[in-house]
């Protein structure tokens, strides 16, 4: 039976650090450490960032980014195409192809991708509103930039699926994009000849 070594307080916080993707107990401890450590220069601010982030930050009605302002900066952008939008799986993945560039269009968030073994099926997504969406007459392509993994490639073909009766061309990423490879983990270069070399399905 191991022992208590901190009281609740830090307990708690090591606790909900642990819970954050790519942290293990382990790593939260010393995130809670040097935290605690630093106090002035980084749990205060931290703290600040996190009670701002849970006042302002919101879900975008239209494509599901998150942002300060409603609809997002990106849907409210007049420069972007409207004629294409790309579909990725998380807002995550939204902000790595931001990060390269490579593509100038409106968005649509998924939220995640259709896993039946964690009771996530086609209601748990943004999919109905992505057929409206595509439904409407400046769109002419949906792209859909969903992970190489067998859940985003089967999360591609339903969503395919639905998309038959639109008026609008699909396409999936192509080459740069390796199997079992997620978004947010590629460099700019992968996802630029990925976007650049985009076919029809």
């Known amino acids: 039976m191991s022992k208590k070594i901190a009281g609740p307080e830090i307990e708690r916080l090591v606790q909900l650090l642990a819970r954050l993707p790519g942290l293990g107990p382990r790593s939260a401890r010393k995130a809670a450490l040097g935290l605690l450590k630093k106090r002035q220069e980084l749990l205060v601010p931290l703290s600040d960032a996190l009670r701002t982030a849970v006042e302002k930050i919101v879900e975008c009605p239209n494509c599901g980014n ?55 099926g086609p209601e748990q997504l943004n999919i109905v509103s992505l057929v409206t969406r595509a439904a409407a007459s400046e769109v002419t392509e949906v792209l859909l930039a969903l992970n190489a993994t067998v859940e985003g490639q089967s999360t591609a073909h339903y969503v395919m699926d639905q998309l038959a009766g639109s008026n609008v061309a699909v396409s999936r990423l192509a080459q740069g994009v390796p199997i079992g490879g997620e978004l947010d983990y590629l460099d700019e270069g992968t996802l630029a000849a990925a976007i650049k070399s985009r076919r029809r399905v």
């Open 66 to 120: 998150l942002d300060t302002v409603s609809p997002c900066t990106i849907c409210q952008d007049q420069r972007r195409d409207s004629s294409l939008i790309v579909v990725v799986e998380e807002v995550g993945d939204l902000w790595a192809l931001e990060r390269a560039g490579v593509v100038n269009a409106r968005y649509h968030v998924l939220g995640g991708h259709l896993s039946p073994l964690d009771g996530i």
